[in-house]
C-alpha cells in the first residue's frame, strides 16, 4: 500500500507529468482536525506575492482548459486534478465555510519547463474574464453562477462578516478590487475603511456592491480623455460632489415633471384695442345739445359716438395635469453580474 502512494506521489512530481507543473495538493484528500474528509474544501490559487488577484489553473497539460476558481474538493475531501504554469503561487486552503485552514504565500510549482513539444502554448488573459468584470444575464433569481455575485447593492465580506450578498473567501479579490477602485461613499466598508482593502477583508467587515438594480450602465463623460460635454452636473443626482467624472456616480430619472423653467418660451397673444358705438337720429342729438325735442328732427343725419371702452377679455386657467412623463428608453431587464 505505501509503495503505491509513494509511485502515485512520484507521478504526481514527475516532470513528465505535464508540459508545465504542479503542486502536491492535486489529488490530494483534505481532512479536518479530527481526521474527517472535509468535503466541498475550497482550494483558492492566487498570483504569489498577492492576497486577492487568482492565478488560473487548468485541467491539460497544455494550460487550455481553464478550471473553475476556486478547486472544489469532492464529497471526499479530495482536490481535482489541475496543473500550473512553472513558477511560484500563492495558495490558500478553506473549509466549505469558508474557514482557512492554511495559507502560503509562496509554493513552488514543479515540474518541467515549457517546451515547444508539449502542446498547448501560453493563455491569452484577455481571453478570460477578470476580477470586477460585468456581465448581463436575462434570469432573476433563479440563477446561481459560481465564481459571479449580483450588483445589486448588498454586501460581499468573509466567512465571518455577516454579507448580506455573499460571505466567503471567494469574494476577497472582488473586495479588493472594489476597495481600491470604488470610492467609499459608493462602496461603503462597514465601520470605514481601514489601512488597507486586506485588513478590512481580515477584520470581517463588509463593503457594498454597486447597485444596478434598474438602472443602465453609462460611459464616464471623459473616460480618460477630454470631457465629451455630454453629461451635465444636472444629471448627476448621488450628490457628495459627484460629477460627471466621478465613477460610480448616479443619476438621471425614469419619468419627470417639467417645471415652469423648463417649458419652451413661448406667448399667448390677446389683442383688445377697445371699441366705441355710434348713435344715430334722437339720440345723436339729445348728445349733441339741442334744446328741444322739436329742434332734433332738424338734425336727422347728426350721429354721434360713445366713449372707447373695452372688451373686459380674460385669459383662461392654466390647463394640464402637470403629471411626470416616461423618459425611458426601450429595455430589456435581466441581472447583471460581477467576477468574483
Known sequence: MLRTI????????????????VIPLALAQQQDVNGRPMAGALLYIYQVGTVAVPQNSFQDFGLTMVNPWPLVADGTGRIP????????????????????????????VLGAPPTTTGGGGTIDPTTIAAVGDIKFRITGLTESIAGWVRA?????????????????????????YLWNNCPNPHCAVSTGRGASAAADFSANKTIVLPDLRGRVLTGLDDMGAAAAGRIL?????????????????????????LTTAELAAHSHPITDPGHDHQTFGVLAGVMAGSGSVAGL??????????????????A???????????????????SFWMKL
Open 6 to 21: 509513494v509511485a502515485a506521489l512520484a507521478l504526481l512530481w514527475s516532470p513528465l507529468a505535464g508540459a508545465q507543473g
Open 81 to 108: 486534478m489541475f496543473y500550473l504554469a512553472n513558477g511560484a503561487v500563492h495558495v490558500r486552503l478553506t473549509d466549505s465555510m469558508g474557514v482557512v485552514q492554511f495559507d502560503y504565500p509562496t509554493m513552488e
Open 152 to 176: 445589486n447593492g448588498q454586501t460581499i465580506g468573509s466567512a465571518l462578516s455577516g454579507a448580506t450578498g455573499r460571505a466567503n473567501a471567494d469574494t476577497q479579490p472582488l473586495y479588493v
Open 233 to 257: 452636473n444636472s444629471n448627476v443626482t448621488s450628490g457628495g460632489g459627484d460629477t460627471p467624472t466621478t465613477s460610480g456616480a448616479t443619476g438621471g430619472e425614469a419619468n419627470h415633471a
Open 297 to 314: 328732427a332738424d338734425m336727422p343725419g347728426t350721429n354721434g359716438l360713445t366713449s372707447t371702452n373695452s372688451t373686459g377679455i380674460i
Open 316 to 334: 383662461t386657467g392654466n390647463a394640464g395635469s402637470g403629471a411626470a412623463h416616461n423618459t425611458m428608453a426601450p429595455f430589456y431587464l435581466g
